[in-house]
């Protein structure tokens, strides 16, 4: 921890799907004042997402499925167009994304090319994500994915030709933060054309 951190008290306000702690430490300012703050953190462990793309037919693997705390924040119906994404549960991230893939959109992937990580939230929410992209082709397709029914999973598998997903984020069909960074990535790069 940094020396200008002094870890104080922390409480648990509640431990169910993911713990949320309320934090009280000092915190020493850029002019060397000490200030107590208190905060609360939520910690619901990392993640991992991936962008599945296909350079023949131009196209790319989305979900959809409803999201409680969009839906609370005046997104109606609660459904969200994403990447798949996961915990991952004690997994290595690459292990986990590539199981997540499998899991989510039945499609059985070799490999996951890590571009990056990111603190999402990094306000509230202790979780990291790490970012990865990986191609897609028809003989990979092993189920019709859908997420597992023992996690209350019911996510829709989306193929679309990456031009269309790309337009979804200027039109407002996509507000996921992950996946406008993924699409984002994907054209910035143009890994579709190379």
């Not at 986990?96 to 990056?116: D, L, N, Q, S, V």
Request: glycine share 8%.
């Amino acid at each position: 921890m940094s020396r200008k951190i002094k870890l104080k008290k922390t409480e648990v306000l509640s431990n169910r799907w993911a713990l949320l702690n309320e934090i009280t430490y000092e915190y020493q300012t850029r002019r060397g004042e000490w200030q107590t703050q208190n905060r609360e953190a939520y910690d619901r462990g990392d993640g991992a997402c991936i962008l599945l793309y296909n350079r023949t037919t131009k196209k790319v693997i989305l979900t959809r499925q409803f999201r409680l705390p969009t839906y609370l924040n005046n997104n109606p119906g609660g459904m969200m167009i994403e990447a798949c994404a996961g915990l991952l549960d004690k997994d290595y991230p690459e292990a986990c994304i590539i199981k997540e893939t499998e899991e989510e959109t039945g499609y059985r992937i070799p490999k996951a090319r890590k571009i990056f990580e990111s603190y999402m939230s990094p306000g509230s929410v202790t979780e990291l994500i790490h970012f990865f992209v990986g191609e897609y082709s028809e003989e990979m397709k092993v189920s019709e994915g859908g997420g597992l029914a023992e996690e209350q999973e019911d996510i829709e598998v989306l193929e679309m030709d990456f031009e269309e997903a790309y337009n979804k984020i200027a039109n407002g069909e996509i507000k996921d933060g992950k996946t406008i960074i993924l699409l984002q990535y994907m054209k910035i790069n143009d890994l579709i054309n190379k």
